[in-house]
């Protein structure tokens, strides 16, 4: 059974920086990636960032340039620079059984969605 452990989020104001943490907790871990989605009310979730099991990396438009994933094992981080009041939403790390050009899909998520963790970008 996967379980993932977030952590990080809060408040911040636009144009500065957050961290997330993720720790996988499975024992085939190395053979899983590792993906960031986030939601906002009324919209579907929106994969942004995600490594895979030979730690390569995919990142959403939206995200890219300001937003880096890292992994190691079975933990990953998700740095969070110049953050804009859109990036606001409700921030999710699942574990995934896709390779690095589908990992941003929900589909390949391998159990259910955590509670999250909330971002808040003010002006």
């Known amino acids: 059974q996967v379980h993932i452990q977030e952590s990080g989020g809060g408040s911040v104001q636009a144009g500065g920086n957050l961290s997330l943490s993720c720790t996988l907790s499975?024992?085939?871990?190395?053979?899983?990636?590792m993906a960031w989605f986030r939601q906002t009310p009324g919209k579907e979730r929106e994969g942004i960032a995600c490594?895979?099991?030979?730690?390569r990396t995919n990142y959403a438009d939206s995200v890219k340039g300001r937003f880096t994933i890292s992994r190691t094992g079975s933990k990953n981080t998700l740095e969070m620079t110049s953050l804009q009041l859109e990036d606001t939403a409700m921030y999710y790390c699942?574990?995934?059984?896709?390779?690095?050009?589908?990992?941003?899909?929900?589909?390949?998520?391998?159990?259910?969605w955590g509670q999250g963790t909330q971002v808040t970008v003010s002006s």
């Open positions: 499975v024992e085939t871990y190395l053979s899983y990636g």
């Open positions: 699942v574990a995934s059984n896709y390779g690095v050009d589908y990992c941003l899909e929900p589909g390949g998520r391998i159990g259910s």
């Open positions: 490594v895979d099991s030979a730690y």
